[in-house]
């Protein structure tokens, strides 16, 4: 309807000269525009059930004769009453909401495209996060210098990889509860810990994390993972990464820091990382949630808001 | 068969026990003998001279100086080892590797994979110089040679290097030292870091605090760049002067 009004005062504009009787002419216009619009409006939503499983072309050419019907029906009863929707007879009318309607087909279908699920779908499978191969060679390496010494604390790492590796390779255009991407970083850090020993600490704040909330799945471990990475691996001495995970009122915070070391040629790769995550929590919440990043003090510090929601897990 | 003397450097712990675990296995076959330990490129570079180690076994990826830079200061080094690469999976080191034939293996590594590599590498020796260096890009730390050990001037200390004779001479703040490498060479390196002034003569571009314009004023300008850290100018050459005026230019925008 907006489209159609838009098109008309275009019309008028186009047709008339002057500025004040543009607008008059353009109420007048849309006073007889308006029932029309309004009878498209009740027709194609009654019909609706009966389009929607059409395919799309036919589908078009039904809405398309709808409105060249609803128009022709207009121009007659206007007619009758003395003034006229369009000047110029019959045929003008008609072939003027042909055209109208298919700009405005031409236009949804452009929109569709744009912002079809499938295509949020597909993009959220290639933002899927990647954990680094550099990361799961290492581990492996790790896990197998475990065998002979501690085999149990073997068995538990490669369970924790399978659980990591689980949740990476599982659907991702859906919901996880906050209490299990939490046990995910978990099981992520163990593994971190065997490989790199004294050199990781890490402080987890987690007293005020609702572990009900829901998030994408992977959100948070990619984050841990560039903390490790960047500011664990680097380092020499000792080096403490802090995950403070809370809920302030209808949001949800999550904010890990690492020590910053400028970034060598071969670790960087953090800006593909965080620009995945962005987009996925856009996917997700719009414009309701924040990925900001920042360097203070020698530390760097990413953290994501989230609106609080919580309930069952299902799909986004 | 005598014991082949291995030194082993990779900063987790685990990487290095599984390595140790590898060599005791086949240890029948390949007798070996653990000399030493580091968990990073600049332990290799202090403790590696005085173990006498014949091949080293080596981790690409670690904190503080790299495999592939500890590698190229040894190479310098009277009677350096042999060196096998080890790497977990780094795209641009595997690259690198392929591009310039050095033998590397792949973590998880293979007992066989590990004996055979041992064999080769004891019996073709350290690896090339100029091997290294393609595959490693520019250093983190200049390397002196004091017969067997390896003094480590880190780059962003020196304030300018110049060419006398067979030697360039580091300038640091705090001292001089004599390195054996071509000024070309270390031009390109360091395209990054320093910068062209003289012939014979390369500065730290964030050393550079001013120029002084000397000689008369009549004659043809000829200027001297003041270093921040050292006494004196340095003379800028006739020829340089257009690029590093450019360059302090930009700097200042």
């Given at each position: 309807?907006?489209?159609?009004?838009?098109?008309?005062?275009?019309?008028?504009?186009?047709?008339?000269?002057?500025?004040a009787?543009?607008?008059?002419?353009?109420?007048?216009?849309?006073?007889?525009?308006?029932?029309?619009l309004?009878?498209?409006l009740?027709?194609?939503?009654?019909?609706?059930?009966?389009?929607?499983?059409?395919?799309?072309?036919?589908?078009?050419?039904?809405?398309?004769?709808?409105?060249?019907?609803?128009?022709?029906?207009?121009?007659v009863?206007?007619?009758?009453?003395g003034?006229?929707?369009?000047?110029?007879?019959?045929?003008?009318?008609?072939?003027?909401?042909?055209?109208?309607?298919?700009?405005?087909?031409?236009?949804?279908?452009?929109?569709?495209r744009?912002?079809?699920?499938?295509?949020?779908?597909?993009?959220l499978?290639?933002?899927?996060?990647?954990i680094?191969?550099?990361?799961?060679?290492?581990?492996?390496?790790?896990?197998?210098?475990?065998?002979?010494?501690?085999?149990?604390?073997?068995?538990?790492?490669?369970?924790?990889?399978?659980?990591?590796?689980?949740?990476?390779m599982?659907?991702?255009?859906?919901?996880?509860r906050l209490?299990?991407?939490?046990?995910?970083?978990?099981?992520?850090?163990?593994?971190?810990?065997?490989?790199?020993?004294?050199?990781?600490?890490?402080?987890?704040?987690?007293?005020?994390?609702?572990?009900?909330?829901?998030?994408?799945?992977?959100?948070?471990?990619?984050l841990?993972?560039?903390?490790?990475?960047?500011?664990?691996?680097?380092?020499?001495?000792?080096?403490?990464?802090?995950?403070r995970?809370?809920?302030?009122?209808?949001?949800?915070?999550?904010?890990?820091?690492?020590?910053y070391?400028?970034?060598?040629?071969?670790?960087?790769?953090?800006?593909?990382?965080?620009?995945?995550?962005?987009?996925?929590?856009?996917?997700?919440?719009?414009?309701?949630?924040?990925?900001?990043?920042?360097?203070?003090?020698?530390?760097?510090?990413v953290?994501?808001?989230?609106?609080?929601?919580?309930?069952?897990?299902?799909?986004? | 068969?005598?014991?082949?003397?291995?030194?082993?450097?990779?900063?987790?712990?685990?990487?290095?026990?599984?390595?140790?675990?590898?060599?005791?296995?086949?240890?029948?076959?390949?007798?070996?003998?653990?000399?030493?330990?580091?968990?990073?490129?600049?332990?290799?570079i202090?403790?590696?001279?005085?173990?006498?180690?014949?091949?080293?076994?080596?981790?690409?990826?670690?904190?503080?100086?790299?495999?592939?830079?500890a590698?190229?200061?040894?190479?310098?080094?009277?009677?350096?080892?042999?060196?096998?690469?080890?790497t977990?999976?780094?795209?641009?080191?595997?690259?690198?590797?392929?591009?310039?034939a050095?033998?590397?293996?792949?973590?998880?590594?293979?007992?066989?994979?590990?004996?055979?590599?041992?064999?080769?590498?004891s019996?073709a020796?350290?690896?090339?110089?100029?091997?290294?260096?393609?595959?490693?890009?520019?250093?983190?730390?200049?390397?002196?040679?004091?017969?067997?050990?390896?003094?480590?001037?880190?780059?962003?200390?020196?304030?300018?290097?110049?060419?006398?004779?067979?030697?360039?001479?580091?300038?640091?703040?705090t001292?001089?030292?004599?390195i054996?490498?071509?000024?070309?060479?270390?031009?390109?390196?360091?395209?990054?870091?320093?910068?062209?002034?003289?012939?014979?003569?390369?500065?730290?571009?964030?050393?550079?605090?001013?120029?002084?314009?000397?000689?008369?004023?009549?004659?043809?300008p000829?200027?001297?760049?003041?270093?921040?850290?050292?006494a004196?100018?340095?003379?800028?050459?006739?020829?340089?002067?257009?690029?590093?005026?450019?360059?302090?230019?930009?700097?200042?925008?």
């Amino acid at each position: 309807m907006i489209g159609t009004n838009l098109l008309a005062l275009g019309a008028v504009i186009y047709a008339e000269p002057g500025w004040a009787q543009t607008l008059e002419r353009y109420t007048r216009a849309a006073a007889m525009l308006e029932p029309v619009l309004l009878a498209s409006l009740v027709v194609l939503y009654v019909a609706s059930p009966w389009l929607a499983p059409m395919p799309y072309w036919r589908g078009c050419g039904i809405v398309l004769l709808v409105e060249i019907v609803l128009a022709a029906l207009a121009h007659v009863l206007y007619a009758k009453g003395g003034s006229a929707l369009v000047s110029g007879g019959l045929p003008r009318a008609v072939a003027l909401a042909a055209l109208a309607t298919a700009v405005l087909l031409g236009y949804f279908r452009l929109m569709v495209r744009a912002y079809s699920p499938a295509l949020a779908e597909a993009r959220l499978q290639a933002l899927q996060a990647r954990i680094r191969p550099h990361f799961l060679f290492n581990s492996l390496n790790a896990v197998l210098s475990l065998v002979r010494r501690d085999p149990q604390r073997a068995e538990r790492t490669l369970e924790d990889l399978a659980d990591l590796f689980r949740e990476l390779m599982a659907d991702g255009r859906r919901f996880v509860r906050l209490a299990d991407e939490i046990a995910l970083l978990e099981r992520y850090a163990a593994i971190e810990q065997l490989r790199l020993g004294e050199r990781l600490r890490i402080s987890w704040e987690l007293d005020g994390a609702p572990s009900d909330a829901l998030l994408p799945p992977m959100v948070l471990q990619p984050l841990l993972e560039n903390a490790v990475y960047h500011g664990v691996e680097p380092a020499t001495e000792v080096s403490e990464i802090t995950v403070r995970i809370e809920r302030r009122g209808d949001r949800v915070l999550a904010r890990i820091e690492n020590p910053y070391h400028k970034l060598e040629p071969a670790h960087r790769g953090n800006r593909m990382a965080l620009e995945n995550i962005r987009e996925r929590l856009r996917l997700f919440f719009d414009a309701e949630a924040t990925l900001v990043s920042k360097i203070e003090a020698g530390r760097y510090r990413v953290e994501i808001e989230i609106p609080y929601k919580s309930g069952g897990v299902h799909a986004a | 068969m005598s014991e082949l003397k291995v030194f082993i450097a990779d900063d987790e712990e685990p990487a290095r026990q599984r390595l140790k675990e590898l060599l005791a296995d086949f240890a029948g076959e390949l007798p070996t003998r653990i000399v030493g330990e580091a968990r990073n490129g600049i332990e290799v570079i202090e403790n590696l001279p005085a173990s006498g180690a014949r091949v080293l076994l080596l981790d690409i990826e670690m904190p503080g100086m790299g495999g592939l830079e500890a590698a190229r200061h040894l190479a310098r080094l009277p009677g350096a080892p042999a060196v096998v690469f080890v790497t977990a999976h780094d795209e641009h080191a595997v690259e690198a590797f392929e591009l310039n034939a050095l033998d590397y293996l792949l973590k998880p590594v293979r007992a066989a994979r590990l004996a055979a590599a041992l064999r080769k590498a004891s019996a073709a020796g350290p690896p090339a110089a100029e091997r290294l260096e393609r595959a490693s890009g520019a250093r983190e730390y200049f390397s002196v040679t004091e017969r067997t050990r390896i003094v480590l001037v880190p780059v962003k200390e020196v304030v300018y290097l110049k060419a006398e004779l067979k030697y360039v001479t580091l300038r640091t703040r705090t001292g001089e030292h004599l390195i054996e490498e071509p000024l070309v060479a270390l031009e390109r390196e360091f395209a990054d870091r320093f910068v062209r002034i003289h012939r014979n003569c390369l500065v730290a571009r964030a050393a550079i605090r001013r120029f002084d314009r000397t000689g008369g004023s009549d004659e043809e300008p000829h200027w001297n760049v003041i270093l921040e850290g050292v006494a004196g100018g340095l003379p800028v050459s006739r020829r340089q002067w257009p690029v590093v005026k450019e360059l302090v230019a930009e700097r200042h925008e």
